[in-house]
């Protein structure tokens, strides 16, 4: 399988506290996309990262990329109930636009 | 921002009986649009990639005859689940790429066949 791994799989943290999640992909990409998913509903598009960046920032939201070690993370700062959601990488290969996606993290954040 | 709009959210159909999601991108033309399966609790698997005026490409594995699509317009695309089954049941998104504005995905279809 081409799917990514993402750890941990799930991740429970208390409000106000930073949430770290990893994903590691097996092949070279074009970019990599980080998305979020409540319970039952559609994808969000978070953030894209590309394959010649290293990191990103976009308001809380950290990225990270590392090629050399096909692995990104992704970072939540100062995190709220709100942000309990599922997340997943998603990776660009470059075949037509389709996204492979990783695992996910199901982050659950308590007041 | 762009919109794609996915129905119905919710359907529950009895064994061997047809069902239809529609897929439509409601302020931009998707030529390629992607449908993907999740399981409870899984990440998402990409089923098939629609085009526009022609056949869709199937990922290995993926039935044509039991998912069909139909791409007959530059802002609709539909599949079909035939003759279900119950583990047919699932969350069926879809997906487009508007230019610029990157991924939008629909809100999902739940599908429970009984």
């Known amino acids: 399988s081409q799917q990514g791994e993402e750890d941990p799989q799930a991740l429970s943290i208390q409000e106000g506290e930073n949430a770290t999640m990893n994903c590691s992909y097996k092949?070279?990409?074009?970019?990599l996309q980080w998305y979020r998913q409540n319970s039952g509903r559609g994808l969000v598009h978070l953030i894209l990262i590309r394959s010649n960046e290293r990191e990103k920032h976009s308001g809380r939201l950290r990225v990270t990329l590392d090629t050399s070690k096909k692995s990104s993370s992704l970072l939540i700062t100062a995190s709220r109930a709100a942000d309990t959601a599922s997340y997943f990488c998603a990776t660009d290969q470059g075949g037509g636009n389709k996204l492979t996606f990783g695992t996910g993290t199901q982050l659950k954040v308590e007041l | 921002g762009a919109v794609v709009s996915q129905h119905p959210s919710r359907v529950i159909c009895k064994s061997g009986t047809s069902v239809k999601i529609e897929c439509r991108s409601l302020d931009f033309q998707a030529t390629t649009m992607f449908w993907y399966r999740q399981f409870p609790k899984q990440s998402l698997m990409l089923m098939a990639t629609?085009?526009?005026?022609?056949?869709?490409?199937?990922e290995q594995g993926v039935e044509k005859d039991k998912f069909l699509i139909n791409h007959a317009s530059l802002t609709l695309s539909t599949l079909t689940v035939t003759s279900a089954h119950p583990e047919d049941s699932s969350f069926y998104i879809c997906?487009?790429?508007?230019?610029?504005?990157?991924?939008?995905f629909g809100s999902g279809t739940r599908l429970t066949v009984v």
């Open positions: 997906s487009a790429i508007p230019g610029i504005y990157g991924y939008t």
């Open positions: 629609s085009n526009e005026g022609s056949k869709a490409t199937y």
């Open positions: 092949t070279s990409i074009n970019n």
